[in-house]
């Protein structure tokens, strides 16, 4: 069982560079979330997304967009990275059901570095 | 939005002995609460949850959590502690699809 899959697991940017974290899901779920989490401050929502092709903004989510082209994918883009958006990212996915509201799957992370 | 706050950043204690993890909500309406597990270079699982069905919620690994109404607390806990439960714990409150986690604590387990 794959679950959350996120892509890369590392990446080091400069300053003002642009790039996208991908995160895919095979459990066929609607609602999925993207967090980042810094020490000290637990994980803080960035965008979530209900369904294909809607997005809600979470907490923090100055400096980022999302797309979510279809029902597996979820992406997080920087478009001009900055320091303060070092930090580790986690993809999250949770059941459409009533009963299980709330329990989110999760990926791996990915470990984002801007120098 | 409603919040949670985790008391202590770590805490440790020596296998075998209870553990004892403090988080407490803040919230206008009877909340949905969740405890995660996150072990080093892992996301986050879920350890349990509590949805107003019952105010002692078990969960895996050993752990379970009560609902306090009047202390607005939701802590876990386990009677005896294990090497492999070292890893950090997070207290979350779900309004919606809005859910927030607090800061987190570091559990060590000494042998």
């Known amino acids: 069982n794959a679950g959350v899959t996120q892509t890369p697991k590392f990446q080091v940017l400069k300053t003002g560079q642009s790039m996208t974290l991908q995160c895919a899901q095979d459990m066929n779920h609607n609602s999925m979330y993207w967090y980042r989490q810094d020490p000290g401050m637990g994980l803080r929502l960035i965008y979530y997304s209900a369904s294909e092709g809607t997005t809600d903004k979470g907490e923090v989510p100055n400096g980022y967009n999302v797309s979510r082209l279809n029902k597996r994918e979820f992406s997080l883009r920087l478009e001009s990275a900055a320091p303060s958006q070092t930090s580790v990212y986690f993809c999250?996915?949770?059941?459409?059901?009533?009963?299980?509201?709330?329990?989110?799957?999760f990926g791996e992370g990915s470990r984002l570095t801007v120098l | 939005a409603q919040s949670v706050t985790q008391l202590g950043s770590h805490v440790s204690v020596s296998e075998g002995a209870l553990v004892l993890l403090r988080c407490n909500y803040s919230?206008?309406?009877?909340?949905?609460l969740f405890w995660y597990v996150q072990y080093p270079n892992q996301g986050l699982q879920l350890l349990l949850k509590y949805t107003s069905a019952a105010t002692l919620v078990k969960g895996i690994n050993g752990f379970e959590a009560e609902f306090k109404k009047s202390e607005t607390s939701f802590h876990l806990t386990k009677p005896s502690a294990h090497m492999s439960d070292a890893a950090e714990y997070f207290c979350?409150?779900?309004?919606?699809?809005?859910?927030?986690f607090g800061a987190g604590t570091r559990l060590t387990v000494k042998p």
């Open positions: 919230s206008s309406v009877p909340p949905y």
């Open positions: 999250a996915s949770t059941p459409d059901d009533a009963n299980s509201i709330g329990e989110l799957f």
């Open positions: 979350a409150v779900s309004e919606g699809w809005d859910m927030r």
